[in-house]
């Protein structure tokens, strides 16, 4: 009984003896690789996707020997293996599906889809491949087209917020379902109305709890959705106390689904109470939408589960912050955790290694605020959800990223209210989340750890002339002004709050790492950096006055934001 596990955290691979409880092997990789997804091939061979360093490693799993490294993309992320083709489907962030041959050599096939790919699914005579931030589904034929763009829908919960309309968003994962289609891990986040309140006046439970601590109350909920061999979808139900769902795997039967939820670790405090990691166990049917329905949201004494039924979700208790998890053909599950690194199987931990990658600023990021709720609900990977929220008063406001190098922005939130990350953290984490209140060290904390995440890498534009016409755009005054007066420095913002034509007086976002935010501006008008350019969304001339420049100028300057 032989598993591998990846650990993006320590820039490892592990050959695991389960029989034994012990390591075979562990492959070290090279510093900033992050391995991430891991399948099996044909010949027995496993390929593993390692995010930072844009390659995919084949592994003897029998020796521990890596066979061959292959560049493959920027930020590869989804792999799946097609026993037809005899070939490796790896799916890129920045929008690159790279077919390689699972013998060796160079990709046969690269097409481009559309940014922020995350899993790929073989489905009979086509590929499934999901976005990560929009929930999106795209279908694609073997000669590499897509020809279906398929989104999950609305959802009405019948406790969740009073039966307010939550709208998906964030495909943790999407794996493939015995006999055709496909199950995808996501959340959905609620389209309706939110109370915000101001700097100074928060709205105590806004996002999420409030005073009656409800699990089914937040702003985000989890789910599993399933597109069916037909390409229809069917919703499953809100997911109670499933905070960042971040792997899930379906038996070989494909009679249940496991899922992992990073928010829920037995080390964090929370108003219920010392909660402890397990995996969700529940049956297929009722968590898709496509059962009787015993398992759909009901007040019973398991929220959101429905009717507190044990047989529709049974948890296996473990320790430590959860990362992924697996069914062996037997039918048992095998778990992974973070931190401490180790594997777990029937009831035993099998350490992986000993050198710690505890961190206070990445457990209070991901943890459960307290109503089902975490940082990373909105920002996952510390980033965006993409998702343009409707506030009372204020409207629209488009999720900020916080993958800019925050320290020394300040102040923050969109209308720079919030003078510092402490104010910011109290104003959110424990006032609008819910949840307990921060140290200044804590808060801090939180504060480096973001700071210290690589962001997404994006290849280089192939046109190096055009981006450096861009910049000489970019950076030439008209008008008396220059797209570089306010996004300056090292983070590319002065760090004030100006009115440039789109809704009053807002702080100036930083534009590290622009192009892998999608949509732009503070209400998410613009689908592309081009439609930032279009008057009815971008504020016209006083958002710089770019109303003189040609096409072809202004095709060069959206060339050169790519690259920021």
Not at 7 to 23: C, F, T
Not at 43 to 66: H, K, N, P
Not at 444 to 450: G, K, R, T
Request: net charge negative.
């Amino acid at each position: 009984m032989t598993a591998v596990a990846a650990d993006p955290d320590r820039d490892r691979i592990y050959i695991v003896d389960l029989g034994a409880s012990q390591v075979a092997a562990t492959i070290p990789l090279q510093p900033g690789d992050e391995p991430g997804r891991a399948i099996l091939d044909g010949a027995g061979r496993v390929e593993v996707a390692l995010r930072g360093g844009g390659a995919v490693v084949t592994l003897d799993a029998a020796s521990g020997v890596i066979l061959q490294r292959r560049a493959v993309c920027a930020a590869p992320r989804g792999l799946a293996y097609e026993a037809k083709t005899d070939l490796i489907h790896v799916a890129c962030a920045d929008g690159e599906l790279v077919s390689l041959p699972a013998a060796g050599g160079a990709p046969v096939r690269r097409v481009w889809l559309d940014d922020d790919l995350r899993d790929v699914v073989v489905d009979r005579d086509h590929l499934l491949v999901s976005r990560f931030r929009s929930a999106e589904i795209l279908t694609v034929d073997a000669q590499g087209v897509v020809t279906a763009r398929t989104e999950l829908g609305g959802f009405r919960s019948p406790q969740a917020r009073g039966g307010q309309l939550f709208m998906p968003a964030v495909a943790w994962r999407m794996v493939g379902m015995p006999g055709g289609g496909a199950a995808m891990m996501h959340q959905r986040g609620v389209d309706d109305r939110i109370q915000r309140g101001r700097a100074g006046h928060v709205v105590r439970g806004s996002y999420g709890g409030g005073a009656s601590q409800s699990t089914c109350d937040g702003i985000v909920h989890s789910a599993v959705s399933r597109m069916k061999p037909d390409g229809t979808i069917s919703a499953g139900p809100a997911l109670a106390d499933v905070p960042l769902p971040v792997d899930m795997a379906v038996s070989a039967d494909g009679q249940q689904i496991a899922m992992v939820s990073a928010g829920n670790d037995g080390n964090i405090a929370s108003p219920f109470g010392r909660m402890v990691a397990a995996p969700h166990v529940g049956d297929v049917d009722s968590l898709t939408g496509t059962g009787s329905g015993s398992c759909f949201p009901d007040a019973g004494t398991t929220p959101c589960w429905g009717q507190g039924s044990a047989s529709c979700v049974s948890n296996v208790n473990t320790t430590g912050q959860l990362i992924a998890v697996a069914f062996r053909s037997t039918g048992d599950i095998v778990t992974q955790s973070r931190e401490p690194a180790a594997l777990h199987f029937r009831g035993t931990g099998i350490p992986l290694a000993s050198d710690s990658r505890a961190d206070t600023g990445h457990q209070l990021f991901h943890a459960n605020a307290g109503a089902g709720l975490a940082c990373a609900s909105c920002h996952p990977e510390g980033g965006d959800d993409g998702r343009a929220w409707n506030f009372t008063c204020t409207g629209r406001r488009r999720t900020q990223s916080l993958q800019v190098g925050l320290r020394g922005t300040e102040p923050f939130h969109w209308d720079g209210d919030e003078k510092d990350f402490a104010e910011l953290s109290t104003d959110v984490f424990t006032g609008r989340m819910s949840g307990p209140s921060l140290l200044p060290d804590q808060a801090n904390a939180i504060l480096s750890w973001l700071d210290a995440q690589p962001r997404v890498k994006r290849p280089a534009p192939a046109d190096a002339a055009a981006v450096q016409r861009g910049q000489t755009v970019f950076n030439r005054s008209i008008g008396g002004t220059s797209c570089a007066t306010c996004h300056s420095g090292p983070h590319l913002t002065n760090n004030k709050t100006a009115d440039v034509g789109t809704g009053g007086a807002l702080q100036v976002p930083s534009l590290v790492g622009l192009a892998n935010h999608a949509p732009f501006m503070h209400t998410g008008c613009a689908k592309t950096l081009a439609d930032r350019f279009a008057p009815a969304c971008g504020g016209g001339d006083l958002h710089g006055v770019t109303s003189g420049l040609a096409a072809s100028e202004i095709a060069d300057l959206v060339t050169y934001l790519q690259t920021l």
